[in-house]
């Protein structure tokens, strides 16, 4: 008696097995529901088989059939093929509910998940988030390495700040006295969803989270000299790129407002808003978007981020992608590939085990010793060009080479990958997470995507070469090793790609044609 049904089943397929009573084993099917049961003459043992497959999903033999008593006992298999067929139609109901309790699923995002964006707000933040009169040499703005058409990063391992020109993988180093002194340490981080009301840590190092511990509800670099008055944690952020010599505010001596940030970070703040303050189209706009402002003197720098901030809040908030769909019970949303790549994320590969969540980030920080180039982020008394990542904010030796866990949606919009963008593809990055080790032994200088600095190539790789650094990295590894089939790669990054946004970079708002300030928009 052979029976065989073949069906897409939106549960988890790989639960789904197939009978092969020659070779008295089991083989996991992804495709079909096979069962085939030869010279059947005792339900007990039918019986027996099915209930070891649904508790133990794996069998270690199937059942031996007596020649002899097939002819004699022909009414009996009649009623045994009655009993199977019921029984299978139970089964299939057992592995539905099997897997609806086995996979831990998040709830669909939704736009109450996120801070409330005002629209007036948001389009003046627009402006100023691609006006590059908040830069110290106004050369620069957040858009240069937060560009639409890189999925609000720069698609570099390493970004070019201030003294660049271009965007995107294009942009270049600088030329004669206004070339680039220093690479952007670290990957320049999408902005995807960064406005949900969950989020409560920022930066690949946590340097910017909610906090009371300097009593204005934030721990920033800024302290206790943190500006009153700002709407959320996007807002604190949207501060401190301005001050950064190497990413908006300029060399020492080009500008006053590096001078400024290096004496004190909260006198440079005042000096920018100044800038605003003296535009008079600005000052019309900030009037119509803000209540409490009537004239030019009541517009502070806590108006500009907030208003930057709204922008990102609305403009990179991502909810509608094949897999909220999924969540919200649309069972066709995902193919039988993502689905199987759902359920290897969700179990075998251990993915959501870090990527938790609707937002697919637990937001804590882990080690898996990606290969380490740059300049890194360098601590006081350090001799070494190196990114410890956490333990420079946290003081803590636990910490070291710690680096926040990021947000997984619109993950194909965002290569490189990696606190420091060490990975061009998603499945490298993830090869890396399966086997930290091995990938760290294979990794070569090209895979990192960094602009041409003839100047800086003595110093790009030295912390890469050091081989007491690599010892020090490989012995602190928080993720365990864990055995995936090539095959099985792929089917998560099929998974993977249902978390893009339907409308990709194609957002609400958009990038400016122009700005107030008259300066080029890149």
């Not at 897409?8 to 096979?34: E, G, R």
């Not at 350090?382 to 910490?399: F, H, I, K, W």
Request: charged content about 20%; hydrophobic content about 35%.
């Amino acid at each position: 008696m052979s029976l065989q049904r073949r069906a897409q089943i939106p549960f988890k397929c790989s639960n789904i097995v197939s009978f092969n009573t020659k070779a008295h084993c089991i083989h996991y099917s992804y495709k079909l529901l096979s069962f085939c049961v030869s010279r059947s003459c005792s339900w007990k043992q039918l019986l027996h088989c099915f209930l070891e497959l649904s508790l133990f999903h794996k069998i270690s033999s199937i059942f031996e059939f007596c020649k002899s008593n097939y002819r004699n006992k022909n009414q009996k298999n009649k009623n045994i093929l009655k009993h199977f067929l019921t029984f299978q139609s139970i089964f299939i109901v057992f592995l539905n509910l099997n897997q609806s309790h086995s996979l831990e699923l998040p709830k669909p995002l939704e736009k109450s998940d996120f801070h409330y964006s005002d629209p007036k707000k948001a389009k003046l933040g627009s402006l100023l988030f691609y006006d590059k009169i908040l830069s110290g040499n106004q050369n620069i703005s957040c858009g240069t390495c937060h560009h639409h058409d890189f999925g609000s990063s720069d698609g570099l391992a390493l970004g070019i700040g201030e003294g660049g020109n271009g965007v995107g993988p294009n942009r270049d180093a600088g030329k004669g006295i206004h070339k680039i002194k220093k690479r952007v340490p670290r990957n320049s981080l999408a902005l995807w969803n960064l406005g949900a009301k969950e989020i409560n840590t920022l930066l690949h190092d946590g340097s910017i989270s909610i906090s009371n511990i300097y009593g204005n509800e934030f721990n920033t670099p800024a302290q206790e000299w943190l500006p009153p008055n700002l709407d959320n944690i996007l807002a604190v952020q949207a501060l401190f790129p301005m001050t950064k010599q190497f990413e908006m505010a300029g060399n020492f001596g080009e500008n006053e407002i590096i001078g400024l940030a290096h004496r004190k970070i909260d006198t440079a703040w005042p000096a920018i808003t100044n800038r605003i303050r003296s535009n008079q189209k600005y000052v019309e706009l900030f009037k119509y978007a803000f209540d409490d402002i009537d004239d030019f003197r009541d517009i502070e720098i806590s108006h500009i981020v907030n208003s930057i901030a709204a922008f990102i809040v609305s403009e990179w908030a991502s909810y509608d992608t094949p897999f909220d769909d999924y969540l919200r019970g649309n069972a066709s949303a995902l193919t039988s590939n993502q689905v199987k790549g759902m359920e290897l994320f969700y179990g075998k590969a251990n993915c959501s085990t870090c990527h938790s969540g609707s937002l697919f980030t637990d937001q804590n920080f882990y080690s898996i010793a990606l290969p380490q180039f740059g300049p890194g982020r360098t601590r006081l008394f350090d001799p070494y060009t190196r990114d410890v990542g956490r333990m420079a904010e946290s003081d803590n030796l636990n910490d070291m080479y710690k680096f926040r866990t990021p947000t997984l949606r619109n993950i194909t919009l965002t290569a490189p990958y990696g606190h420091n963008g060490a990975y061009p593809t998603i499945k490298e990055i993830i090869k890396h997470h399966l086997d930290p080790i091995v990938m760290y032994n294979k990794w070569t200088p090209d895979k990192a995507n960094l602009t041409q600095a003839p100047w800086l190539e003595t110093i790009d790789f030295v912390v890469f070469k050091d081989k007491r650094e690599k010892r020090r990295l490989l012995s602190r590894i928080d993720i365990d090793k864990v055995q995936l089939e090539d095959i099985e790669i792929d089917y998560i990054i099929d998974f993977l790609n249902t978390l893009t946004d339907k409308n990709g970079n194609n957002r609400p708002i958009g990038r400016p044609e122009s700005v107030p300030s008259g300066l080029p928009v890149d």
